[in-house]
């Protein structure tokens, strides 16, 4: 009887070797990606616990910073942090936007959290550039004509408002074309242009039209400012002009490039 050929010896030692190594490692690594898969599932499900049903990561503390005229207390009041809500469940969007609502003196709301326990409060008070006389008190307008309180007692180095515009002539013709709020942003556009130094001796702001703004200053000196057009130009010729006239009662700087002082 013949023997076995090459390809039968090698098939027969094929068959005792087991399946080829392909096929050995498939259900180890079905295994491994199934176990990895259960502990990222584990893990997610810890980190969310760990955020949102634990007691490590709760808000305990609100801090407030950037305060003037408002008190931090006021500022907690107003932005209902939910103390003791998960840090991850807190809306900074939604308490900024509260904060702005409820203390209109606050220009800019910035709200972070201050891991483990802690919410930070971060705001910008509006800073008044004009007052407004209502009855007994004052109203604060800010640089971007935005009244934001009123106040019973003007604070220093704010000039007021005086409207004196005529309803005949050329200021009734101005007061129907630009109305009176037009023309109060127009005092607060004068206003927000004026030097720091100027500012705090300005007294008050006069409006008779659009184009005649006139200023009154400290110890009784006028300043002929005409319309907000070309503020800068004109703080910057009344400043040089205040330095060169000092004595001058009356100094004019409608026209910036030419200026003219009179009086003593």
């Known amino acids: ?15 005792s070797s087991g399946p080829p190594p392909a096929r050995r490692l498939r ?5 491994t990606i199934v176990i990895l898969a259960a502990v990222a599932v584990l893990l997610g499900a810890g980190g969310v616990w760990v955020l949102y049903g634990s007691s490590w990561v709760r808000v305990r503390q609100v801090s407030v910073s950037g305060t003037r005229v408002l008190t ?7 932005a209902a942090v939910p103390v003791g809500s998960p840090m991850m469940s807190v809306d900074t969007d939604r308490i900024e ?37 209502k009855g007994r008190d004052f109203i604060e307008v800010d640089h971007e004509g935005v009244r934001f309180a009123t106040v019973s007692q003007a604070p220093g180095g704010i000039p007021l408002l005086e409207m004196s515009v005529s309803r005949t002539g050329s200021g009734a013709a101005s007061f129907r074309r630009f109305g009176t ?11 927000g242009d004026l030097p720091a130094a100027v500012a705090r001796e300005t007294r008050t702001v006069q409006v008779r039209s659009y184009d005649d703004i006139s200023l009154e200053l400290a110890g009784g000196r006028t300043v002929a400012w005409g319309s907000s057009e070309n503020g800068r130009a004109k703080a910057r010729t009344l ?26």
């Open 1 to 15: 009887m013949a023997g076995q050929t090459t390809a039968e010896r090698g098939e027969r030692q094929q068959e």
């Open 27 to 31: 259900r180890p690594r079905l295994r």
């Open 72 to 78: 931090a207390a006021e500022v907690r009041a107003a």
């Open 97 to 133: 936007a509260r904060l702005r609502r409820k203390l209109p003196r606050i220009d800019t709301a910035r709200v972070a959290r201050a891991w483990p326990h802690g919410i930070g409060l971060k705001v910008t008070e509006r800073s008044p550039v004009l007052l407004v006389r």
């Open 181 to 191: 709020d037009r023309l109060v942003r127009e005092a607060v556009r004068v206003a």
């Open 239 to 264: 400043a040089a002009l205040m330095k060169a006239a000092p004595r001058a009662g009356h100094l004019d700087v409608s026209v910036p490039t030419a200026p003219a002082s009179s009086g003593s």
